[in-house]
């Protein structure tokens, strides 16, 4: 250590000998110290890379699923902290990558294959774009119903698939003017360099779009369950599409057609006996994430109802809140950024009278797709009523119908789906 | 190639612009070897572009399946405790249809790639070209595809018609940009 970063550690020391003090010194009203006790953790670790306060307990695991989710019900804002972005999948470690090693081949139907390294993909121009990241199956409030008879009862449990992050890296769009796309070109399949190597294939006019090769998230680069050290961003898309430790591109004239668009995203429509192949987008969503299941607000009053909208199909446009059961609905305020394939917040006042009251929310996106209810949804979905919904074991993924939550007289909400 | 004036005739510009296009902007990354790619490309086709040789019959794959896939699939690929292999053929319009590969996936080449690329879990890599064959072979028997004494190879596994080939709808996959759905559901 040099004379300097002594100098710096002995500082440090000092400030928190201070801080200490001030807050043994910190006493409320009634005269008991704020804080029972004061933080185990030395002020190095903390300054090193930062904690949050001991006091702030939120986390993506759910003991009651392997699956971790997002917990919304805590959710400030728009961004998910990249430490609470949900998982798919939970039972594969991350792997653990060495930057200087990783590599991303593009090849196939190009001109010019090329070997990136991470070096040279962050010396070409780079962007940040905030979108969500949802997973197809997210917003299926039944099928814990279906599993153990009770609905989700968190809002974590009903939509925590889904997260929004600020991504940043490089435009697949450059990359492949890099390559050079041969004309008969119509997709590409996307593959990760974990040991099962899941692979999507994606539309070539949707990589040409908007899709993102990123290496950041939130400021920092992409967490190793994100997929470090690279990662693809395909907004608006069903989740499956976001490669995570993304190792190769390869153009193609036609859909790989391996394990991801086989088996578990196909939709078995019972109206057509047949499966809908392929869907990319995920549709227009909004909840209410204060108050929501497993929550209770201690007294009547005001309060202001939040939550998040977002819509794979494009910007959010409008989002409007009922508080007696879907009567009648009030627009609510839309917080800037209202971005596209992003969450957007939404805030809308409230007095509490103490009575019984159904909180909703529905949202419109900008090519006027409006969120469903649950029985709209099973029409246009499968032609189906919401009674097979509730009981069928068939996959129904994309469901982005209306949430309520029911607030009772002592203050408990809960799930009121049905 | 760079434009130089503005004046040139709106013919030359397109033909410019589109030159520029197929020009390399930053000259980063290199120019991998033909082995490099071959190493890398696991890719399998639906027309089986890209199987490599090798060949096995459902006889060598049923003592590769008990080591191998038992563990997680069940002694009869049915039971599980991950996803069943076998069976399902006519429940897919059920309110319980039951997935497999025998009754739901549409080609062939799938199952092949889906193991070779991450199968055994925690052991992805570790089959032979040959092992794949027959384990492949192996599961299409028992799901009553092939004869037990068919030999699958790079030439044969394309050319197998899986039970659900027609089952799904559009029979071309597409995306459109900014197109309104209602409700924004795939319908």
């Known amino acids: 250590m040099n004379t300097k970063e002594r100098g710096r550690r002995r500082f440090l020391k000092g400030g928190a000998a201070l801080a200490g003090l001030a807050v043994g010194e910190i006493r409320s009203a009634s005269g008991q110290a704020i804080g029972s006790e004061r933080p185990e953790v030395r002020p190095e670790d903390f300054r090193a890379y930062g904690e949050r306060s001991r006091f702030v307990t939120s986390v993506r695991?759910?003991?009651?699923?392997?699956n971790s989710r997002t917990p919304l019900q805590d959710s400030v804002g728009i961004i998910t902290p990249s430490a609470l972005h949900f998982m798919v999948p939970t039972w594969i470690d991350p792997p653990d990558i060495d930057p200087w090693q990783h590599r991303l081949l593009i090849h196939g139907m190009v001109d010019?294959?090329?070997?990136?390294?991470?070096?040279?993909?962050?010396?070409?121009?780079?962007?940040?774009?905030?979108?969500?990241?949802?997973?197809?199956?997210?917003?299926?409030?039944?099928?814990?119903?279906?599993?153990?008879?009770?609905?989700?009862?968190?809002?974590?449990?009903?939509?925590?698939?889904?997260?929004?992050?600020?991504?940043?890296?490089?435009?697949?769009?450059?990359?492949?003017?890099?390559t050079g796309v041969q004309k008969e070109a119509t997709w590409l399949v996307a593959e990760g360099a974990e040991?099962?190597?899941?692979?999507?294939?994606?539309?070539?006019?949707?990589?040409?779009?908007?899709?993102?090769?990123?290496?950041?998230?939130?400021?920092?680069?992409?967490?190793?369950?994100?997929?470090?050290?690279?990662?693809?961003?395909?907004?608006?898309?069903?989740?499956?599409?976001?490669?995570?430790?993304?190792?190769?591109?390869?153009?193609?004239?036609?859909?790989?057609?391996?394990?991801?668009?086989?088996?578990?995203?196909?939709?078995?429509?019972?109206?057509?006996?047949?499966?809908?192949?392929?869907?990319?987008?995920?549709?227009?969503?909004?909840?209410?994430?204060?108050?929501?299941?497993?929550?209770?607000?201690?007294?009547?009053?005001?309060?202001?109802?939040?939550?998040?909208?977002?819509?794979?199909g494009g910007a959010i446009q409008r989002v409007e809140v009922s508080t007696d059961g879907g009567r009648t609905w009030k627009d609510a305020e839309l917080q800037e950024p209202v971005l596209r394939m992003a969450h957007t917040r939404f805030r809308f006042p409230w007095n509490w009278d103490g009575d019984e009251a159904v909180l909703q929310s529905r949202c419109t996106d900008d090519v006027e797709a409006i969120q469903p209810t649950l029985a709209e949804f099973g029409r246009i979905w499968g032609g189906v009523d919401s009674e097979y919904l509730k009981t069928t074991r068939n996959k129904v993924n994309h469901i982005n119908a209306i949430q309520p939550w029911k607030v009772s007289r002592d203050g408990s909400v809960r799930n009121a789906l049905l | 190639m760079r434009c130089y004036s503005l004046l040139v005739p709106l013919v030359a510009l397109a033909s410019c612009?589109?030159?520029?296009?197929?020009?390399?902007?930053?000259?980063?990354?290199?120019?991998?070897?033909?082995?490099?790619?071959?190493?890398?490309?696991?890719?399998?086709?639906?027309?089986?572009?890209?199987?490599?040789?090798?060949?096995?019959?459902?006889?060598?794959?049923?003592?590769?399946?008990?080591?191998?896939?038992?563990?997680?699939?069940?002694?009869?690929?049915?039971?599980?405790?991950?996803?069943p292999l076998i069976g399902g053929q006519g429940t897919l319009q059920t309110e319980r249809p039951v997935r497999t590969i025998g009754s739901f996936w549409p080609f062939a080449t799938t199952i092949w790639d889906y193991i070779n690329r991450g199968m055994p879990q925690y052991e992805e890599g570790s089959l032979s070209a040959d092992q794949v064959y027959a384990i492949t072979a192996f599961l299409l028997y028992r799901n009553g595809i092939i004869h037990e004494s068919d030999v699958i190879d790079a030439n044969s596994l394309p050319k197998i018609q899986m039970p659900n080939r027609n089952g799904f709808v559009p029979p071309k996959p597409e995306w459109k940009r900014r197109e309104k759905r209602p409700f924004g559901i795939y319908h």
Request: aromatic share 6%; net charge positive; proline share 9%.
């Open chain 1, 61 to 66: 695991r759910d003991p009651r699923n392997p």
């Open chain 1, 112 to 178: 010019r294959p090329l070997i990136f390294s991470m070096e040279e993909l962050k010396r070409l121009p780079s962007v940040s774009r905030i979108h969500f990241v949802e997973c197809a199956g997210s917003g299926d409030s039944l099928e814990e119903r279906k599993k153990n008879g009770m609905l989700a009862e968190t809002v974590q449990r009903t939509h925590g698939l889904t997260a929004c992050s600020e991504w940043t890296g490089v435009l697949l769009s450059m990359l492949l003017r890099e």
């Open chain 1, 195 to 312: 040991p099962r190597k899941r692979s999507k294939s994606i539309p070539l006019e949707k990589a040409m779009d908007d899709v993102l090769v990123a290496y950041g998230q939130n400021g920092e680069p992409v967490r190793p369950e994100q997929g470090y050290p690279l990662r693809l961003v395909v907004p608006g898309f069903e989740g499956v599409h976001n490669i995570k430790w993304l190792r190769r591109i390869k153009v193609l004239d036609q859909p790989s057609m391996e394990k991801e668009e086989t088996s578990h995203y196909p939709t078995q429509r019972p109206d057509l006996g047949k499966a809908r192949w392929f869907q990319f987008e995920m549709g227009p969503k909004s909840v209410i994430t204060f108050p929501s299941g497993g929550q209770r607000l201690p007294s009547r009053g005001f309060y202001e109802i939040t939550g998040l909208a977002w819509s794979g």
């Open chain 2, 17 to 83: 612009a589109a030159a520029r296009a197929q020009t390399p902007l930053h000259n980063l990354g290199r120019t991998p070897s033909a082995e490099e790619i071959r190493a890398w490309d696991i890719s399998i086709n639906p027309e089986g572009k890209g199987l490599p040789p090798g060949s096995g019959t459902a006889k060598q794959g049923e003592t590769l399946y008990e080591h191998k896939c038992a563990r997680c699939h069940g002694k009869t690929g049915t039971e599980g405790p991950n996803e």
